[in-house]
Every structure is written in structure tokens, then in C-alpha cells.
């Protein structure tokens, strides 16, 4: 119909306008990408869902507060999904020291092949992902998992395109030391030193299998009816 072809920003109009109808293809068009990302970064269902209707009854209240000069509305969306997020990883923190807030890295078992080891490289890459700091994980699920510009990472982080070029270098650079460490292979002892090809092969892949994974993430639908 004439609301799917319709752009955010004609939908949010609509909605200054009343259409109840506007908001439910944009709820129903953003909702997905907002939980996944959320998910991503808290690693909580509940967390995740929470955001979710937050963001949505922000909109609903604020949505005048949307700059379209400032980038694109999914942008401001996963913007206000990202302080939910850190508002609900605040509290968390008070309840659990620092350096017990995650699962040590596995290492990887002897003798994998083939598939085997493509499915555990995976599982490493989505666990180093959730033990990275928050600053360098939430760059690395929007600019690689949900694969925004550079422009509009920025955008929903509210930092320039240089800081969001730098974290995510740090933060490829991060994963890639972690997956040698916990696959035995030889990390060098002055820390993270860049990234080789076979480390750039491993988390493209990765990132590639955890972005088709995601794509069938979508919160439960009682989170539209309480929006």
C-alpha cells in the first residue's frame, strides 16, 4: 500500500498529523533493526525489548526533536536505542564487578575442519563482539552488522566520521587479537598489533553469517501493542 512505499520521514509527518496507520508502518518497517541492535549490544532478550518500546514512545512524544539535517531517522532511532542500551548496562554494572561482566573466551578445540571451524570462528567473533567496551561495540554492530555509512554511525552516535573510522579500525584490530588468543594462534606480546588477511578473511565471514542470523531476530509482537 501507499504507506509501505512512503518514506520515514513522509510517515513522521503523518504522524504529526494523527495517521495512527503511519505509525504502525513505520513501527513495523524500523522495529526489527532497533531490537537486533539492541540484542547485539546488551546480549539481553529483555533489554532488547525494553529499548524497543522506548524508543518507539520516544518517537511517538519527540519525534519533533528529529533533525533530518542531521541524518537519516533510523540513525536517530538506533541513537535513542543506544542510551537505552547504556542506561540499562549502568544498572547492570552496579550488580556485577567489571571483570567478571563477562564469560572468559573458549579456546578453540583441537582437531576442528571445514565447517566445524567455520562455525566455532563464529561463535568467537559473537562472543568477542559482546566482551568488547561498549564504545567499540556499538560501532562495530552498526557500521558491520547492520551495515550503516560511515555517516550514519555517526550520526546515531553523535561523534564525527573520523571517531567512528578510528573506533572501528581499534575495535576489527580488538576481535582480530582475541581470535588468535583464543585459537592459539601466536598474538604478539607488545598487545594488538594490526591484522593479517587471514584474520580480515575470518571476521568478514563471521560478520556476514551473524548479519543473516540477525535478519531473523525481531522482538515479540505485544512490544507494538504497548507502544
Known sequence: GEAVT???????SRMASGDERAFTALYRRRQPAVYRFALRMSGSETAAEEAVQEVFLAL?????RFDPCKGPLA??????ARHAVLRHLERERRHLPLENSADPEP??????????????????????VM???ARSREV?????LHELSYQETAAALGCA??????????ARELLAAKLRAAGSRKVES??????NDRDREVLNAAFEALRRESRDARAPERTEASC
Open 161 to 170: 566520521v573520523g571517531t567512528v573510522r578510528s573506533r572501528l579500525h581499534r
Open 131 to 133: 566482551a568488547l567496551p
Open 75 to 80: 540513525a536517530w532511532l538506533f541513537g535513542m
Open 107 to 128: 579456546a578453540a578445540p583441537d582437531g576442528l575442519a571445514g565447517n566445524q571451524e567455520r562455525r566455532w570462528e563464529i561463535e568467537a567473533v559473537r562472543r568477542a
Open 140 to 144: 562495530v554492530v552498526l557500521s558491520e
Open 190 to 195: 607488545g598487545g594488538v598489533r594490526g591484522m
Open 6 to 12: 512512503a518514506s520515514d520521514e513522509e510517515l513522521l
Open 60 to 64: 511517538i512524544r519527540h519525534r519533533r
